[in-house]
Each structure stands twice: as C-alpha cells, then as structure tokens.
C-alpha cells in the first residue's frame, strides 16, 4: 500500500516496540494464571454441554467440584482425567452428574496414575480442537464455493429478544444486502460467570449468546448463503466474565467474527482487569486457531487522558474525543502486540476506527480521515472496520443518516474493509425493515457515487499534520505506559473516565495462580507449551 501520510517509520518501529515493553508484563500474567473460564474452557473442548434441572451449566458444576476439591492450581483436566479414568466413567456429563451429588473424589494424581490420567483426557480435548480445525476447514470450502463479498464488506446488527425474531431479522438483513452479521447479546450477559444453557430465556435487548443460539443462526446464514450465492458471516460478543468459553463455542459453532474485548469489558462493565487479560489471552489463541477475526472494541469508549479526582466514576455523558486519538492508537497498537503473541494472523486482526469525535466540532471530517487513514497505514494487511458514531445518534432522523453518509464516504476515501451499517434508533430494538432499508440504501449509494474516489493530501495539509501529531502522542504515552505499566495505566484512568485499578471489579476470585506442574491439554495443543508458574505477582499488583 502506498503512503498518503508520509508517516516517520521509525516512530512506527518505535510505537511498536513500546507496545511490546507495556504488554509483555500482561502476556506473562496471563502465562502464570489461569482462570474458572478457562478451566470451563477446556472442559467444553472437552464435549461436555448442557445443564442440571436448575439451569447451571455441567461444565460450572464440574469446575467448582473440582475447585472445592483440590483446588485449580493445577488446572481442571489433570484431576478430571483422573477421576474418568479412576472411576469408570464413559463420559465427561456422566463425571459431572455424579460429582453434583457428591459421588466422585478428585485428586491429583502421580506417577503412571498421571500419565493415565493425562492420556484419558487429552483424547477428549483432541477431538474438540479437531472440530475448531474441521470449522475452519468448512469456512474456507464454503467461501470457495460460494462467492465471497469484496471488501468493503456490509456489516449490520441485529438485535432481538428471542432468537427466532433475530434469525428472521438477519437472514432478512442477508438479503437486503449485509456481508456480516452481527447479533446483539443480552444486556448484562458479560456480568454473568455462566453460559446460560439452550436458546430460551429472553432478556432485554438481545438473545443470550450461547452455543445452542450460535448453532442456530449459523445453520439459518447458511441456508441463506446458499440462497444468495454469496458466504454470509456471522459475528458475536466473547466478552466478560465468560469471555473463554463463549470464544470457544465460536469456534466450534463456525462464527466468523467475534468481538472480543481486551479493554472495554474494564473500562466499561467493570470487569477485574488481571481477570480480562488472563482470559484474554486463551481466548485470541482459540480464536486464531478456528480462523476468527477477532476485533476489540474499546475504540468508541477511551476518552482523554486527564487529571481525575480520587473517587472518579463513569460520565453521565460522553465527552469530546479529539485528544483522545493517540489513546486509540495507542490500544489498538497493544492489542496488536496481544493478538500476534497469542498466535492470531494479520488478516485476523480486526481493528476498527470507532473514535467518538464531536461531529458539531470544527474540521470534524478532516479529523475522521486523519485517524482513519492512520489506522489504515498502522495496520495495512488488517480487515479493519469502520463504525458510525453511536453517541452522538439524536432524535433528529435525518442528521443521524446525514451523519452515517459522512462516515460512510470517509471509510470508503480511507479504504476500510468493512462499513458498519448506521442505524438510527441506535441501541434499542430494530422491529422496523424501513430502518434497516435506509441504512442500507445510504450505503449502496454512497459506494455507488464515490467508490472510485481517489485521494491524497498536500503535505502540509491538516490531515498529514494531524495524523502525525497523533502518531507522536501515541508514542509519547506508549512510552509512559511502558515505564508505569499497563495496569497502572488503566487504574489511571488513561483510558476512559474510570479508574480500574487491579484488585477491583468483578470476576478477581476466579483468578489462580498456576503451580508447578499446571496441565492444560488446551494451551499445549494450540502453542506446544506447559507454562507451570514460580511465584505470585498477583498479590503484589492488588497489594
């Protein structure tokens, strides 16, 4: 790709070293943690589904018997794999019935015991990490036979209570013209230390996002697919408290895309941050091994860097993005650094450009192509995807599509591979086809009148002055990141409006710190490695 900015590649090389220094001390915690959602994890790679009469999942009863036990030190399979072979057991579901009701001791195992034990349930995860490859392996047949959209793809949201209303509506969205789609989860889901079970339970906003809803829209996009002649992705949320399972039902349901937080789920539910990287970090390694393109989404939530008083709490409204740009690249430049260390290719790193600039503001245009043009240059192999302001959406109809127009000629001059569709009762249910139709049709007219738009910029024009400030800001506070750490920073409130230091929020009593001798069958299949820890940094970052 040509440069249009002209940007100071050393100060690229540097950035990029920098991320590297600020993330290297989060990789390593998650190398010497594990956490109750990846112990799940690796137990539903196993093949154990479903839930008791009270809707708890089998793989939340098998973990926590497991826990109370002996303990998570040493991972889940070691003593489960012990317990099958030990007792008899034919399956994983069975083991679980029976350690509800107190019928199964656990231990961890020595010696040939052991080996026994290990042998019994890498079998069983084998075959699961076998179904990501055969998913993966059944994308790449369907998108040969079936024609692939070029970029810059569509990307719509759907959102429903009930899964069959956002079947209907995304196999309706397929068909008016969306390449992917992406299917709102119920609110409040990320707080829960749980995958809700089958596809009832109906809450606010969006369906539960479980591996029953996931089978079903997936197999309804197919149909659809075949129906159009065109492969019809399918994108979902693998956040929170759950974000390790939910990335792996992904990757054995065939989605497509997933959003995968590194920061948001922090910044934004609150979630404990050595609890998010932990888990993290497992689920990018699922995800690059199912051929996931996986994209944070903090972008539209950091906010300014800036002095916060001792008892900060979240705004009550946004505010002004613009100095916030450098913050942007600055996380989407550590989520790089995350993504390759956990194995993910360039063409599955999914950035976006979702910076909440103020569209009132002077030169706001001119600012939407600097950064987006920007993260373009940063990042030039990475399907990245632009979104339309959700923020700044009003009750005014007509400037919200006036709005998208603009972002959606921007992504197009800045060469996006994929245009989030603008919907203007943005964040509520989307009932209404007429809504989704005009978004649409501000697209294809968009893409229709200026698709071949060529662009470039004098070089003392404020885009290439303003994309080179930010780049040096991003630089500047990469360094600063580096020096104090990245959690420090993030308890800093760096950014966003809070503060989220290291021992708060929720999810921080599922973190453990793995002893010598930790046995995840999962870890060692996807990247060959047994990262047993020495010592417990853990307890100095809470303090």
Same mark, same amino acid.
């Given at each position: 790709m040509t440069s249009k900015l002209n940007l100071d590649q050393g100060a690229v090389l540097l950035a990029r070293e920098l991320a590297r220094r600020a993330g290297e001390p989060v990789t390593q915690l998650a190398r010497t943690h594990t956490t109750v959602s990846i112990e799940r994890a690796v137990l539903r790679l196993g093949g154990l589904d479903g839930a008791d009469s009270g809707g708890m999942p089998w793989v939340n009863r098998l973990t926590d018997a497991v826990r109370a036990s002996v303990g998570l030190e040493h991972g889940v399979a070691l003593p489960v794999g012990d317990?099958?072979?030990?007792?008899?057991?034919?399956?994983?579901?069975t083991l679980a019935e029976a350690a509800a009701v107190g019928q199964v001791g656990f231990r961890l195992p020595a010696g040939r015991e052991a080996v026994a034990a290990r042998e019994r349930v890498v079998r069983s995860i084998a075959?699961? !990490?076998?179904?990501?490859? @055969?998913?993966? *392996?059944r994308r790449a047949r369907l998108t040969d036979d079936l024609a692939d959209p070029p970029f810059p793809w569509v990307y719509l949201t759907v959102a429903a209570g009930d899964i069959d209303q956002a079947i209907a509506r995304a196999q309706a969205a397929a068909r008016d013209g969306a390449d992917v789609i992406a299917v709102i989860r119920s609110t409040g889901q990320a707080l829960l230390d749980y995958v809700p079970a089958g596809v009832a339970g109906h809450g606010p906003a969006g369906s539960y996002a479980t591996g029953e809803s996931f089978r079903a829209m997936r197999a309804a996009l197919d149909q659809t697919s075949r129906e159009l002649g065109r492969y019809v992705r399918l994108t979902s949320y693998a956040s929170g408290l759950c974000m390790p399972e939910i990335a792996t039902l992904a990757g054995l349901e065939r989605l497509d895309m997933m959003l995968s937080d590194c920061m948001h789920?922090?910044? !934004? @539910?609150?979630?404990?941050?050595? $609890?998010?990287?932990?888990?993290?970090r497992f689920s990018r390694a699922i995800g690059a091994r199912a051929g996931i393109v996986v994209s944070p989404g903090e972008e539209s939530f950091i906010t300014p860097p800036r002095a916060l008083p001792a008892q900060s709490v979240p705004a009550p409204a946004p505010v002004d993005a613009d100095d916030a740009a450098p913050a942007v690249i600055a996380s989407q430049l550590l989520?790089?650094?995350?993504? $390759?260390?956990?194995?993910?290719e360039t063409w599955q790193l999914g950035f976006g450009h979702g910076l909440e600039l103020n569209?009132?503001?002077?030169?706001?245009?001119l600012l939407e192509l600097a950064q987006a043009q920007l993260v373009r240059e940063l990042f030039p192999g990475a399907p990245l995807k632009y979104m339309p302001p959700t923020t700044r959406v009003t009750e005014d109809v007509l400037a919200g599509c006036l709005l998208d127009a603009f972002f959606n000629l921007a992504g197009l001059?800045?060469?996006?591979?994929?245009?989030?569709v603008g919907l203007m009762p943005e964040g509520i249910d989307l009932p209404f086809r007429a809504d989704r139709d005009l978004a649409l049709a501000n697209i294809r007219y968009v893409r229709a009148a200026a698709g071949r738009l060529?662009?470039?910029? *004098?070089?003392?024009?404020? !885009?290439?002055?303003?994309?080179?400030l930010v780049l040096d800001e991003a630089v500047s506070l990469l360094r600063r990141i580096s020096t104090d750490g990245l959690l420090n920073a993030i308890a800093d409130g760096t950014f966003g409006v809070a503060r989220r230091p290291p021992g708060g929020?929720?999810?921080?009593?599922? !973190?453990?710190?793995?002893?010598?001798g930790y046995f995840n069958p999962v870890t060692e299949i996807l990247d060959g490695t047994d990262d047993g820890a020495q010592g417990d940094p853990l307890a100095e970052l809470i303090g």
């Open positions: 317990a099958l072979h030990a007792g008899g057991y034919p399956d994983l579901r075959a699961g !990490v076998s179904t990501l490859d @055969r998913q993966r *392996a789920g922090i910044i !934004v @539910r609150d979630i404990n941050p050595l $609890r998010t990287f932990i888990d993290q989520n790089e650094y995350f993504g $390759r260390e956990a194995g993910l569209p009132a503001g002077p030169d706001s245009f001059m800045t060469d996006q591979s994929i245009l989030c060529g662009m470039s910029f *004098a070089p003392d024009s404020f !885009v290439i002055e303003r994309a080179h929020g929720h999810g921080l009593d599922g !973190v453990i710190t793995r002893a010598d």
